[in-house]
T-cell receptor
């Protein structure tokens, strides 16, 4: 069965530190990749997505992610985090054109001011 | 556009009670889905629909029913609530199955 793994359960950073959150998936065929963010008490919002083309994808609020097909990875990065980035981050994968969205278990990011 | 709306926001049930969580979208999306979110588990798909009149099971469908009589509405029914169904429930919609999903604000359900 397809699965999505997020390596870190909880990441704690100081403001201005760089961020990288790992995401790996297990399916070898065509995939569509997403990062969603959930701010405290709010619903999920799309940060960025990859369907095809340039494997380096830029999203909102300075986030970017790189799709590395050979490593089955789609890691999320931000060069300098802010306190307002405190949230839970979810990686999600669609398989091909018929698959439902499969979510990772999430990574909670806490940014200290 | 209101986007995806869900009611109620909070609900407390006793074991064995039934209820319906409401979900509506005004974006003319074909695909709608229900997830439950539990701590440390991420979001797990309960049921989904690819269009009016078409529904199917997701990863954790037991104890839940859905129907899709219109494009706009996708209610989730708990047949006989159990404490294991205590969770936060999110409804989502998208133009098609593989597309950005837009999420509702969620319903926090507690089953005693």
């Amino acid at each position: 069965a397809q699965s999505v793994s997020q390596h870190n359960h909880h990441v704690i950073l100081s403001e201005a530190a760089s961020l990288e959150l790992g995401c790996n998936y297990s399916y070898g065929g065509t995939v569509n990749l997403f990062w969603y963010v959930q701010y405290p008490g709010q619903h999920l919002q799309l940060l960025l997505k990859y369907f095809s083309g340039d494997p380096l994808v830029k999203g909102i609020k300075g986030f970017e992610a790189e799709f590395i097909k050979s490593k089955f990875s789609f890691n999320l990065r931000k060069p300098s985090v802010q306190w307002s980035d405190t949230a839970e981050y979810f990686c999600a994968v669609n398989r091909g054109s018929q698959g439902n969205l499969i979510f990772g278990k999430g990574t909670k990011l806490s940014v200290k001011p | 556009n209101a986007g995806v709306t869900q009611t109620p926001k909070f609900q407390v049930l006793k074991t064995g009670q039934s209820m319906t969580l409401q979900c509506a979208q005004d974006m003319n999306h074909e695909y709608m889905s229900w997830y439950r979110q539990d701590p440390g588990m991420g979001l797990r798909l309960i049921h989904y629909s690819v269009g009016a009149g078409i529904t199917d099971q997701g990863e954790v469908p037991n104890g839940y029913n859905v129907s899709r009589s219109t494009t706009e509405d996708f209610p989730l029914r708990l047949l006989s609530a159990a404490p294991s169904q205590t969770s936060v429930y999110f409804c989502a919609s998208s133009y098609k199955r593989v597309d950005t999903q837009y999420f509702g604000p969620g319903t926090r359900l507690t089953v005693l």
